[in-house]
């Protein structure tokens, strides 16, 4: 082995840590809670990036950039909105450092305060909206549909790599419409894209459904969600989209004059997926020898190891197979170094999670073969020379499906329908995953399953159907089944 | 005309932020200083971005991120920096709001004080310097070649759109190297990246140089510049590259082991453009009836207008050539707004610097021609529609060799040789432009020249010889022409 990984029964949190520090995904930085992305996570990251980017635009959507800092006056306007957030805010006071008179080093020029303080962008629906003031005047200028690329940042006091920092990256859509039924609309579609991205990209699967008002995004009227099972058997919340009325117009004063030539306010919604999508990523694919990545998401699809070292033959059948390759639009690495042996190479990409690896040695070169190993399942197998190009491409979308569907497998598995207190507490102890359990509805009844259990409700299925039950908790009437879980 | 631009002899500095504002690239915003880009700026810098982007990958560079935030004391580490920066930090104190007991609102809650402050990055080399010291031990993990694209704050008292920003986004590569011949070259071939985008993508002719030493970047034994002329006359830096030498691994204790067996301190450089080229973009092309665009950073390179509105045969007749644009790669939009008028459309896609229209009227299409407008030289003419997409193609071309020299004949004619103190004013306030002068070396001369002209010294060029004279100001010897400028 390359470097040594946590099994995920031993530990499996720290499986996880050692698997995004060791594959070079991000590490600590020198500031309390936030993340270094290396170039090999940041590489991923930017697939994803431009593939939602590609699907944000299909949808009509633009981009646009808004600042990073928020007058604090901003954000209590919205009453709820700043009852979620002040509490993990940081706040610039001052705009200068002078020299220390009393010794060496700089210190805060107490001169240079500020009149208002501005606080660091928890997310951006204040300063947006304030703008959308300016930009809104007619039911011409809707619907506005807009995303931003961004970084922001939540004091978090217990942060984890990529899953939970007090800086992170995001996009975040802002769109204004003119009526209700379309700012619904849009929040739905957003819901579909997502779950579009993390099924046919990530190979996650995932349950689109909608958040109880306890779990709601503090503004919002409605929260979609989509919820992912990591095999540990916790949920992670991998995308939201809200539904935010017209609290944001209101706040803002944001109005336009409609066709029927009376004032309006403005419906909203918004957003966002995060580098967070990076832990789930991980999380739901990877095993004890470290990364395995869905190949739509591979910043390498293909490594090329030469055995036992190059030589001019392999070079020059490697470099073929590397032309071939790229002209399908694969991406591929032939590995030269000489420093290193086979062994410790395949450990290595392994560790990286490189889908395909193709093995060329002198004895296959004679038959004609060369030996390939799919990442996901550790099968090996030799393949012959010609057509190799066209085997690679159609085993990348092998591997991609065989990925899907595990965990599709092991989700489907992990959704157990409850009907009593003892079987939900059950479940969760030894099965894990999504219980389906009937609920009354209240927020109390979902405090109390939390404070006896560690689960939250995690949504009400987009798909789920009425039916009348009862609680499991308190045996009072309910309506249908949500979903609770132990969550990220 | 759709809206009204102030003209550039009228006014210079009021007829640019028109432009930025009309044509809708920014604004300003809620929070001092910082500006909102809107999403048809946003465009055009994303196009810069990709080809930059791919030009940094060309080279060898990976993209990574890292914190926005800096420790205080890191920025003490290295003492020029830290006076070159102090005095322009926007600075985190508090990591919590709390309601305010006096009142409504939320305020700072002085519980939640930071044992130590944090800088809002006004670049990085503090913080990935630091970073390096554990990503680097020995020579094989050299060159090390990192790219970053970000948001940075330096608190200017005085702002201007994308010129002078307190927030403003950037990329900032950040190498580290074996040897100083290595960082040497690399600070050097960064150069040229940046004076081959600007000249080739922007359209904007660069001269190469050196900054003297009162004009390099804090911390860096080296500066290289490309220098643009605005059409005012003045100098705008457009990019820069850093040699640091090992100012930064002295300063975080970066040592790798040689292949000699030994420890070494590490090279470095820096380099960054940032979304200021934006501002030069503007300045060197547009006109009094707004944006030119350089059709390779255009959003849209060609515009359709039905005249005097749309209908079945022209819907036809222009959505076969928007087919035929795109075949070929070419952005094209057919405006088949109903509510504006021809000219009014014509107005409004010149003001945004499309650098194509095709008209499309009944008539001309009884002839079977359409009109082509062009953006930069305002020239209409009669085009038949068999062959129009290869036409619009070459024509596309035509126009960015139009743009780049014309602005390159108007830059030549603007870099006058001086041999006397009277000439250099005289040139300064009559002409403007570069005016190459023999300088004695001194920073006290440069001072003085500053304070008398406003002119400050551009860049000692790259191409420039080696030629003994007299100083334009102190008279003594000097060995070698630089050039001078008032810039932004």
Redesign the interface.
């Known amino acids: 082995m390359a470097k040594e990984i946590t099994s995920r029964s031993e530990d499996y949190s720290k499986w996880y840590i050692d698997i995004v520090k060791k594959a070079g995904l991000a590490?600590n930085?020198?500031?309390r809670g936030?993340?270094?992305?290396?170039?090999y996570g940041?590489?991923i990251w930017?697939k994803m990036q431009a593939q939602l980017d590609k699907m944000f635009k299909e949808t009509g959507h633009?981009?646009?950039?808004?600042?990073?800092?928020?007058?604090?006056?901003?954000?209590?306007k919205e009453a709820e909105h700043?009852e979620g957030f002040?509490?993990?805010?940081?706040?610039?006071?001052?705009?200068?450092?002078?020299?220390d008179p009393n010794g060496?080093?700089?210190v805060?020029d107490p001169s240079a305060k500020l009149e208002e303080?501005?606080?660091?962008r928890p997310t951006s629906e204040t300063?947006i909206w304030?703008?959308y003031r300016?930009w809104i005047s007619s039911y011409?200028d809707l619907p506005l549909l807009?995303n931003q690329w961004?970084?922001v940042?939540r004091?978090e006091m217990r942060t984890r790599l990529f899953l939970r920092t007090a800086?992170f990256?995001w996009q975040e859509g802002h769109t204004a419409h003119a009526t209700k039924e379309e700012a619904i609309a849009e929040s739905e579609q957003m819901l579909h894209v997502y779950a579009d991205f993390v099924e046919n990209f990530m190979a996650v699967p995932v349950v689109k459904g909608r958040k109880t008002a306890s779990e709601r995004f503090a503004g919002a009227l409605d929260t979609y969600t989509i919820e992912a099972l990591m095999q540990d058997g916790k949920a992670l919340q991998s995308g939201t989209s809200h539904f935010l009325g017209q609290n944001f117009a209101k706040a803002f004063d944001v109005t336009f004059l409609g066709k029927d030539n009376k004032q309006h306010l403005v419906w909203a919604t918004s957003w966002g997926v995060s580098t967070r999508l990076m832990g789930a990523l991980v999380m739901a694919h990877s095993d004890d020898e470290g990364l395995v990545l869905p190949p739509k998401l591979a910043p390498i699809q293909v490594v090329i190891v030469p055995i036992p070292k190059p030589n001019e033959e392999i070079d020059k059948v490697a470099n073929a197979i590397v032309e071939q390759l790229k002209a399908k639009g694969i991406s591929v690495k032939y590995d030269q170094d000489t420093?290193k042996r086979p062994g410790f190479k395949f450990a290595e990409w392994e560790l990286k999670g490189v889908p395909v690896r193709l093995g060329i040695g002198k004895r296959d070169l004679a038959k004609g073969v060369v030996e390939v190993a799919r990442r996901d399942t550790k099968e090996k197998s030799s393949q012959p020379l010609d057509g190799i190009a066209d085997y690679v491409e159609n085993l990348l979308n092998d591997i991609q499906e065989n990925i899907y569907s595990k965990a599709l497998t092991y989700r489907d598995e992990h959704i157990t329908p409850v009907d009593t207190w003892e079987e939900f507490k059950e479940v969760l102890d030894t099965k894990g995953g999504f219980v389906s359990a009937h609920w009354d509805g209240t927020e109390e009844t979902e405090k109390k399953i939390k404070e006896e259990t560690k689960a939250t409700s995690r949504c009400i299925p987009l798909d789920g159907k009425e039916e009348a039950g009862t609680c499991v908790y308190s045996g009072k009437p309910s309506k249908g089944r949500i979903l609770f879980a132990r969550a990220y």
């Not at 936030?34 to 170039?39: E, N």
């Not at 303080?117 to 660091?120: P, T």
């Open positions: 590490d930085s020198a500031v936030c993340m270094v992305i290396k170039p940041f590489a930017e633009q981009n646009a950039y808004f600042p990073l800092f928020i007058p604090k006056s901003f954000l209590s700043v002040a509490k993990e805010c940081a706040v610039v006071t001052h705009h200068r450092l002078m020299n060496t080093g700089v805060v303080e501005l606080i660091i300063i304030n703008t300016e011409r807009i961004a970084n940042v004091w800086e990256l420093t």
